[in-house]
């Protein structure tokens, strides 16, 4: 708080308040602020077709027996070379990994870079819905 000194000279020691605020500080941060998120609020927006880049990372090792789910362009989802849908993925899973933990089985996807999103998604959903928690992503091997 600002505090002007009144009178001079003499023992008058009064000192009289000021209560004015200086906002001129506050005004300054505020539309430095606004333009900051006038700049930014359009780079958020995602409107851009992606097309994946392969991946190009070391290869971790494979379990002793890994299970490979594909999705084709057309939605169409195997386990291994076998034909299944999205309803009885679940099912399908665990008759085919036996005694098994599904929590602890790690799954492998491979998918079209065409697929749909949303396929691609019915088949992630499908696999929670089952207990299956540890899901790797398959890409195509750049250093070959």
């Known amino acids: 708080m600002a505090a002007k000194l009144a009178g001079s000279g003499g023992g008058s020691n009064q000192i009289e308040q ?3 605020i200086n906002v001129t500080p506050f005004v300054d941060v505020m539309l ?12 958020a927006s995602v409107s851009v077709k992606v097309d994946l880049p392969p991946a190009v990372a070391k290869a971790s090792p494979n379990p002793p027996k890994p299970v490979y789910i594909s999705i084709q362009k ?7 070379d076998s034909s299944t849908s999205v309803d009885t993925l679940g099912a399908d899973l665990k008759t085919n990994i036996g005694k098994r933990d599904p929590a602890k089985e790690r799954i492998f996807i491979r998918a079209d870079k065409e697929t749909l999103y949303g396929d691609f998604m019915g088949v992630m959903n499908a696999l929670q819905d089952a207990g299956f928690y540890s899901v790797a992503l398959i890409g195509e091997d750049h250093n070959k």
């Open 18 to 20: 000021n209560s004015e």
């Open 32 to 43: 430095v602020l606004l333009i900051i998120f006038m700049v930014a609020a359009p780079l």
């Open 74 to 80: 057309s939605g169409e989802v195997f386990i291994g």
